[in-house]
């Protein structure tokens, strides 16, 4: 049973070190913030911070980005999950997504003042979100029916890819209207997929 505690514990210190990253990512943006910042912040030694992360404030930033990224695709996740189907899911998660990234106060500075900074890490971290984004369409489309001839995998790829565009840039679609996000989802999403 200490195992189980000494790990849970770990657990919570690394979370506690994440959540000061972001909070001096906050106060001081992406490039700026050190690890005697987050040290401060997370009230422990920087010896601490390379128990947890060796890889240094390059290990300690990426993932905190990871997280910040794992965290917000939990919470999409958690809003769909009552729809009924592919599509609700898919403009649930459209709606849900695009108004999560605009509220995101600190991924709006960041976008703002260092964009450079946070793409270089997203790209680290995107191949995960696509592989897990994947994963999970993939589970919903074998429950749906296809029109014939559709691979699921392949759907599952092309939906994966459409959401992560449309999410991140709307394009001509107003993605607050549920009117135009059920026309988007119903004919550029899932329209040659189901019948």
Known sequence: MRSGGAAVGKERTRTRILAATLTCIERWGLAKTSLEDV???????????????????????????????????ARLEHHVSAAPDLAAK???????????IHEHALLQRILRTEPEALLEELSQTVPLIEAAMRAYLLALLRGERLRPGVDPGEAADYLTRMFLS???????????????????????FVGGLLP
């Open 166 to 188: 449309y999410v991140g840039s709307q394009g001509q679609w107003d993605l607050t209207d549920r009117a135009q996000v059920e026309l988007l989802v119903r004919s550029q």
């Open 39 to 73: 040290a401060r912040e997370a009230g422990l030694s920087r010896a601490t911070l390379y128990r947890y992360f060796p890889g240094g404030r390059e290990h300690l930033v990426h993932d905190t980005v990871t997280w910040e990224v794992g965290r917000f695709f």
């Open 90 to 100: 898919l403009e649930e998660g459209l709606i849900f997504g695009h108004r999560a």
